[in-house]
């Protein structure tokens, strides 16, 4: 039995220069700007504050149950979460957003045609709270490469980014410090163990990442300095980085 269940919505085409197409991705990626957006679900979303999450597909319980603190609270506040469809991080994010009530971005590294909605999400799936973008042709099938270029553009529909655990190398350590060559807020986990979890993290916060940490009072992540950057206008002070692709997230 399949875990996947086919959508019941067809994908429209966004192109470079027609209304809607987010000006931020433009604006930031340059020339490397992807021509076409296939999009599925409510398009009124690139148009929302956004917080991108970068995080390993293995994370340890701990991280994913911050993945899911962080994306609840700013799910609550308004503010879309944008992340890949990937088990472990990708997905705590995305789950968390939805059961919160709020919106949430899924970016494939693959053509829009190879989406399914898996069967774990579809008691909380809701259309219109909920985009599904690809920037590859709708059949292109799964590349390293192009996985590579997804998380430009998950960076790239982003106000900021929080990245959840990072190994001393690889594809989330990569994301983050490019996400700070991009000139975009970088927000960083940081617990107890995380020298053993997620040693990346502190290469990140040494390299100028903002640390995450828990609200003693409250128990949850204090992600109040996240809400403020995201509802910031994007300013873009140097497209140096457009040209950089990002390590495929491991």
Same mark, same amino acid.
């Given at each position: 039995?399949?875990?996947?269940? =086919?959508?019941?919505?067809?994908?429209?085409?966004?192109?470079?220069?027609?209304?809607?197409?987010?000006?931020?991705?433009?604006?930031?990626?340059?020339?490397?700007?992807?021509?076409?957006?296939?999009?599925?679900?409510?398009?009124?979303?690139?148009?929302?504050?956004?917080?991108?999450?970068?995080?390993?597909?293995?994370?340890?319980?701990?991280?994913?149950?911050?993945?899911?603190?962080?994306?609840?609270?700013?799910?609550?506040?308004?503010?879309?979460?944008?992340?890949?469809?990937?088990?472990?991080?990708?997905?705590?994010?995305?789950?968390?957003?939805?059961?919160?009530?709020?919106?949430?971005?899924?970016?494939?590294?693959?053509?829009?045609?190879?989406?399914?909605?898996?069967?774990?999400?579809? =008691?909380?799936?809701?259309?219109?709270?909920?985009?599904?973008?690809? =920037?590859?042709?709708?059949?292109?099938?799964?590349?390293?490469?192009?996985?590579?270029?997804?998380?430009?553009?998950?960076?790239?529909?982003?106000?900021?980014?929080?990245?959840?655990?990072?190994?001393?190398?690889?594809?989330?350590?990569?994301?983050?410090?490019?996400?700070?060559?991009?000139?975009?807020?970088?927000?960083?986990?940081?617990?107890?163990?995380?020298?053993?979890?997620?040693?990346?993290?502190?290469?990140?916060?040494?390299?100028?990442?903002?640390?995450?940490?828990?609200?003693?009072?409250?128990?949850?992540?204090?992600?109040?300095?996240?809400?403020?950057?995201?509802?910031?206008?994007?300013?873009?002070?140097?497209?140096?980085?457009?040209?950089?692709?990002?390590?495929?997230?491991?």
């Amino acid at each position: 039995m399949t875990n996947l269940i =086919q959508p019941m919505l067809a994908p429209a085409a966004l192109d470079l220069g027609d209304e809607g197409f987010p000006l931020a991705v433009a604006r930031l990626l340059g020339s490397k700007t992807p021509k076409t957006l296939y999009c599925q679900g409510n398009l009124a979303l690139l148009g929302k504050p956004a917080v991108g999450f970068c995080g390993s597909r293995k994370a340890s319980e701990k991280g994913l149950r911050v993945a899911a603190d962080c994306a609840t609270q700013l799910a609550q506040s308004g503010i879309v979460v944008v992340s890949g469809y990937a088990a472990g991080v990708d997905y705590a994010a995305h789950k968390a957003a939805f059961e919160a009530g709020g919106s949430t971005i899924l970016v494939l590294p693959e053509g829009i045609e190879h989406f399914r909605i898996r069967k774990t999400l579809v =008691q909380d799936w809701d259309w219109d709270r909920a985009l599904v973008i690809s =920037q590859f042709p709708p059949s292109a099938g799964w590349k390293t490469y192009r996985a590579m270029e997804r998380n430009t553009l998950i960076i790239a529909l982003s106000r900021a980014m929080i990245v959840i655990e990072a190994g001393a190398t690889g594809g989330t350590l990569h994301a983050g410090e490019s996400t700070l060559k991009m000139g975009l807020p970088l927000y960083v986990v940081e617990y107890g163990d995380m020298a053993n979890e997620a040693p990346g993290n502190a290469v990140l916060i040494a390299k100028g990442g903002i640390r995450v940490r828990k609200n003693p009072q409250l128990g949850v992540a204090n992600v109040e300095a996240i809400r403020q950057a995201a509802s910031k206008p994007l300013v873009v002070s140097s497209m140096q980085s457009a040209s950089l692709p990002l390590a495929f997230a491991t």
